[in-house]
């Protein structure tokens, strides 16, 4: 005889994505929409940084771009004081997840300071990588950096406004207009799939 179910009765339960896509807008609703002029929100990439990653395991293409470890490598400009603090606080978040998975996936990170004298394109193809956060400061590289994630397939994250409508594919942020907005076209470049009820819940530029 099978148990009986204790779980709510007569509630129709969720189904999965419904109760991930929850998680998703309470995340969202946890970041101050635009915070005091001039007034950065100490705790902010706290929040961002875990909803960047959600939003990763809605990419239904995860497993042809990733094989085994899913790897941030979190980009700085080199000499850059607000470029170099910024990039460490989001890797400070990130290495708060170490031991962890993400989607089934060991979850690693690491620091790439970018120097203006090294090959650009050879650093970042000598990286194995789910995926780039950009951080401030990296508007000269861009365009080489968005070369590289879209020929190997590689996500590119931040939470500078600049680049996700410059061509990096998700940004999480406080201080723009929409806290989350996606590039549906860049997205695509890089070999990402989104499911496509997920995007429904955030800005979604073609």
Known sequence: MKPADTRHPGR??????????IGLLCALASIPLLPAA????????????????KILTYDRALDDRVADTLTVSVLYKEGDRISKESAGDVYKVLESYTNKTLAGRPLASRLVPIDEKIVLRVLLDSLPSGAFYLSSGLEDQLQTILDVSRRAGVATLTGTGLYVYSGASVCVSSDV???????????RAEGIDFDARMLRLFHVIE
């Open 177 to 187: 207009e929409h806290p989350v907005v996606i590039n549906l076209q860049a997205s």
């Open 12 to 21: 129709r339960q969720r189904p999965p994505l419904a109760r991930r896509a």
């Open 38 to 53: 001039g007034v950065a929100d100490p705790g902010a990439v706290e929040k961002e940084v875990p909803l960047l990653l």
